[in-house]
């Protein structure tokens, strides 16, 4: 081999050693574009797997959720009737009654009324629309009005039917004739 022909061989040599360089730097980048978006990928897959188990959890929640108010509300009535039972019973005995007798009839009709208001009271519900009363458009209902200078501006003076109402919700309106 003569001079030259080495000294080409040797710049050949160069240019395969660089493109060699220039490929492995390339794979290089690529390889760790490769690992990069293999991590990214794994990373999304666990945010997903991890939403994924969220809204699950979230649905089972919604379900429990609509089960327990359903079942507290059916709770509720169950306790309200409960406690209007014992009227019920006392309603029935009357009506069974072979004593056509009208004092024990009004008696017993009475004692009802009583156990009645005693529920109502267990309960929390306030009776309300008494004559005399101040007229209020929020709680009263006023189906007739009069005109009596001797009654003072928007007294009640006659009630048709009492109001009732638990806290400040008003369960029926009272049903009264205002005056003035």
Known sequence: MNKEEQTSFEEDKKEKTAEE??????????????SETEKLQKELDETKEQMMRVAAEYANFRNRSAKEKESSFTNAKCTVIGEFLSVADN????????????????????MTYDGLKAVFEKLGVEVFGENGDSFDPNIHNAVMHIEDENLGEGEIVD????????????IRPAMVKVAN
């Open 159 to 170: 009630v048709f039917q009492k109001g009732y109402k638990i806290n400040d919700k008003v």
């Open 21 to 34: 360089t220039k490929k492995s730097a390339k794979e290089k980048k690529s390889k760790k574009k490769s």
């Open 91 to 110: 309603l029935e005995r009357a009506l069974a009654s072979s004593n056509n007798d009208f004092d024990s009839l009004s008696k017993g009709l009475s």
